[in-house]
Nanobody, 127 residues
Framework: QVQLVDSGGGLVQTGGSLRLSCAAS????????VGWFRQAPGNEREFAAG????????YYADSVKGRFTISRDNARSTVSLQMNNLKPEDTAVYYC????????????????????WGQGTQVTVSS
């Protein structure tokens, strides 16, 4: 299995930027596609961005497209989420997650498709 540790959250003003990191340990990291999810108070956890095992393919929720960029460094076993032009509605706990399904041809969008989760990091955007 793989262990994930999220970091990089914080408090930022509207229009600001943050960079989240997900550090993995355990099994070979390049065997896993990775997604970032977020959960705001009172809301369901939702998909934000995902990246394939090699990093060639990425996918974004419409709400973050054009503002967030996901990337990975398999040599360092890390995935990053660069978040620009942040809005108050981006306020949430952000979680990275790893998908071990090697047969999956597309990036999984459902949280049930992910096997391992980080502990979450809080992002707060003030207006």
């Amino acid at each position: 299995q793989v262990q994930l540790v999220d970091s990089g959250g914080g408090l930022v003003q509207t229009g600001g930027s943050l960079r989240l990191s997900c550090a993995a340990s355990g099994r070979t990291f390049s065997n896993y596609a990775v997604g970032w999810f977020r959960q705001a108070p009172g809301n369901e956890r939702e998909f934000a961005a995902g990246i394939s095992r090699t990093g060639v393919r990425t996918y974004y929720a419409d709400s973050v497209k054009g503002r967030f960029t996901i990337s990975r460094d398999n040599a360092r076993s890390t995935v990053s989420l660069q978040m620009n032009n942040l809005k108050p509605e981006d306020t949430a706990v952000y979680y990275c997650a790893a998908d071990s399904a090697i047969f999956r041809s597309s990036i999984a969008l459902k949280q049930g498709d992910y096997d391992y989760w980080g502990q979450g990091t809080q992002v707060t955007v003030s207006s």
